[in-house]
């Protein structure tokens, strides 16, 4: 995560994230680095369906179509959460934590949306593990994914 954060301090890039599966780890984890809060604006923790749709403003029906723990969701997640608060990057993430299957989906398995500039990236994972190694995996897994957009805008020349 240190790496994540000098790398949008250098760039001087704005961060936000919207986290369901991860339920603010991943914004608990950043902001325990001092002096990011010149690039990180905050996070939507949208852990239930009706804060997905009241405060994101994702359509109901894309919850029903697909549901919550969907590509679908994910991308808009971050893709509102980036408007929302107005960041060159936001990051969300939605999946199953367990204990139990939900919406017929197994425990583990996670989408992460990454949305940078104009594009957004979508990862589809399969955790092992507790509950906090699931989560913990997923905001390791993201961050990850962060810096290798951002490294690879850079040698485009993008950002």
């Excluded at 961060?15 to 369901?20: A, D, G, L, N, V």
């Excluded at 990862?123 to 507790?130: A, H, L, R, V």
């Excluded at 699931?134 to 805008?153: C, M």
């Amino acid at each position: 995560m240190k790496r994540l954060a000098n790398t949008l301090l250098e760039l001087n890039k704005t961060i936000s994230s919207c986290e369901s599966f991860t339920g603010g780890l991943f914004a608990s984890s950043l902001t325990s680095i001092s002096g990011i809060s010149s690039v990180y604006k905050g996070s939507v923790v949208s852990y239930s369906n009706e804060v997905k749709i009241d405060v994101l403003g994702i359509n109901h029906n894309l919850i029903q179509e697909f549901g919550a723990i969907s590509e679908q969701v994910a991308i808009e997640m971050a893709l509102s959460t980036k408007r929302l608060l107005n960041t060159d990057i936001c990051i969300s993430f939605t999946g199953n934590a367990g204990p139990n299957p939900m919406e017929g989906k197994e425990v583990g398995l996670c989408y992460i949306a990454v949305a940078v500039l104009e594009q957004v990236h979508v990862f589809k994972i399969k955790f092992k593990g507790t509950r906090n190694q699931l989560r913990r995996s997923a905001v390791n897994y993201g961050s990850k994914q962060i810096l290798e957009i951002l490294r690879t805008n850079a040698l485009h020349n993008v950002i």
